[in-house]
């Protein structure tokens, strides 16, 4: 990423993790270190990935990265911005202002909560 390329912070917590199936799309993205949003959110499980949601008290637990403009874009179609997820600008602990992609409450009304805020420890337990 060059110095003229417009950086932006964003905090991921699911399949964009390392390690999961589409941290490929960060490849580019400069990696600023493990990180949890302020408890302020609810995790919720869909099956092969896992969504957002502000409004409730649980620390998200996700890594923190600078991508640049065509890096956002790429994440904007995988997550569906704005018809499905959206990139909302948010607090992350120690860390500052950060964008990740929620969902509304009433998307995910209903669906299991992750109580851990943490989508990986999750994948553990479903594997054991």
Request: proline letters at 4%; hydrophobic letters at 40%; one cysteine or more.
């Amino acid at each position: 990423m060059s110095a003229s390329d417009c950086s932006i912070r964003v905090f991921v917590y699911g399949t964009l993790l390392r390690g999961q199936p589409n941290h490929r799309l960060l490849k580019g993205a400069v990696f600023i270190g493990d990180a949890r949003t302020e408890a302020r959110f609810e995790l919720v499980d869909l099956g092969p990935f896992p969504a957002m949601t502000g409004g409730g008290v649980t620390r998200v637990v996700g890594e923190l990265y600078v991508v640049d403009a065509s890096t956002l874009s790429a994440l904007d179609r995988l997550e569906g911005h704005p018809r499905f997820y959206r990139r909302q600008r948010i607090r992350v602990e120690n860390a500052g202002a950060a964008y990740a992609y929620l969902v509304t409450a009433e998307q995910a009304r209903g669906l299991p909560v992750i109580a851990s805020g943490d989508w990986r420890q999750q994948q553990k337990e479903k594997c054991s």
